[in-house]
């Protein structure tokens, strides 16, 4: 499976970021990627008001996300992505939605709401509450993950017994000490642990690092991005991961259940 990173800096206004995002996918598609990740909250930012994405809420239906079903159309591309709907309570759903061909295929709004160093992501954002969906994408099933849930090996878990052979992690992550080794070691934990292949994407731009990467599922980096926008290419091998798991059968040798949800 031939995937596409794709990292940029998100915008105030919600068209430019949605011209960059089809951008995006029509580089993707020329080059025949069957998956195309793009980072987190994408619909729009303003650094300078914390509260910016909420105001600029759209629903599934809305112009955003209109525009890039229509430039998704006559492909055969998987665009993942996430972006502020409207919830209740004066608040949005961090929604991660799947499309291909015209159509939302699969949408998961994040369980682990960001409320750590210093930063407090539950007073605009309303949590989900269910385990996302497996995507099946040229013969590998991807799991869906998105940002914080990194930190949390149990979603990741879940998704590798449920079928996962690649995570896919649209982030925007931010800046601070130390920070970006704990992105890279994050990242490289949940593939070598699940014997899985992690696709994640992260934000540039002044607030958070990028630093796209692809970790093969014994923790080897095979694609690495820097600070700036970039489109990355990398081939996942659905081979490499029955190679990975034959040789290190922890998914088989593994004692406890599979992970749930809280009630």
């Known amino acids: 499976m031939k995937v596409a990173l794709g990292q940029f ?7 430019n970021n949605a011209q960059t995002c089809v951008d995006l ?51 055969t591309l998987t665009t993942v992505f996430t972006f502020l709907t409207p919830g209740s309570e004066h608040k949005a759903l961090n929604a991660l939605i799947a499309i291909r061909n015209g159509e939302i295929i699969a949408r998961y709004d994040k369980l682990h709401l960001y409320d750590a160093f210093a930063m407090q992501e539950s007073q605009r ?4 509450n269910e385990i996302p969906p497996l995507l099946e994408i040229d013969g590998m099933k991807v799991g869906l993950m998105t940002c914080y849930d990194v930190r949390f090996p149990d979603l990741a878990r879940r998704l590798a017994c449920d079928g996962a052979d690649v995570l896919v992690l649209p982030a925007a992550w931010v800046r601070g000490p130390l920070k970006e080794h704990h992105w890279e070691l994050l990242t490289t934990t949940r593939a070598l642990e699940n014997t899985c292949y992690m696709v994640a994407v992260g934000e540039c731009g002044p607030r958070n690092c ?12 095979i694609v690495k991005a820097g600070e700036s926008p970039a489109l990355l290419f990398a081939e996942l091998s659905p081979e490499r ?4 798991r034959e040789a290190l059968p922890v998914l088989e040798n593994n004692r406890f259940a599979p992970p749930q949800l809280k009630a």
């Open 125 to 128: 954002v309303i949590a989900g």
């Open 9 to 15: 800096a998100v915008d105030r206004d919600w068209q």
């Open 210 to 221: 990028a630093n796209s990467l692809v970790i093969d599922p014994l923790g080897v980096a």
């Open 25 to 75: 996918m029509q580089r993707a598609a020329e080059q025949h990627a069957h998956l195309l990740v793009l980072p987190e909250a994408v619909l729009a930012r303003d650094n300078s008001d914390p509260g910016w994405g909420l105001h600029c809420a759209q629903p599934l239906d809305g112009p955003f996300v209109t525009q890039l079903l229509r430039a998704s159309q006559g492909t």
């Open 241 to 244: 991961v029955r190679q990975a």
